[in-house]
């Protein structure tokens, strides 16, 4: 499906970036993974390898701007094109607003965001000269609904959804398409630990009942990253079981 693509995955050592390089590879991309984790990375790439895959890990921090720009670059040199991008990095500071640090603030605001912002900057030059290329923001669905105790994540993610929206329409013209994903409760290490009765009260606001996994939304970049979502731009896909309509 995705035979002689390149994608570049941003937080991709861990849960839902991992996953989604793991099926973009699966389905023939060449993958470019990024995270500040150098071990996590080096174990991803040799996954992908031993199923028959190609992997190019570039350690990094979104959150700097060298580096955002460092990792389009990487990709470019090493294979003269860049087809995928998907915006995954993501980090929490949570507190409540009258607590709220300005480190804390700017901390989530710059890897969530910003560095989106830089990484589709730096890749679109290349996409819209290629006159083809899909971008994949992760959002969340929080950065529809809000949350409290999240005012930074959320002010991202939606900050994420006007991103989307907005670069949709700059690089229509060049065949670019530009996509948010917002998942809802995803099953984790974490959620896995939570007690009993609070689990409980996330899944009663859930009415499929259940969480998500990492899988799905993987399959859903799976979708929007093909060349049969062509027509498909400016949109948010929320996978949420239905928590958030």
Known sequence: MLKDKIAVITGASRGIGRTISLELARNGATVVVSARNAELLGQLVDEIAAGGGKALAVVGDVANTSDADRLIEAAFTAFGRVDILVNNAGITRDGILLRMRDEDWDAVLDTNLKGAFVLTRAAAKIMAKQRSGRIINISSVVGEMGNAGQANYCASKAGLIGLTKSNAREL?????????????????EMTDELPEKVRNELLAQIPLGRFGSAADIAHAVLFLAADQSGYITGQVLGINGGMYM
């Open 172 to 188: 229509s013209k060049r065949n670019v398409t530009v996509n948010a994903i917002t998942p809802g409760f995803i099953s984790t």
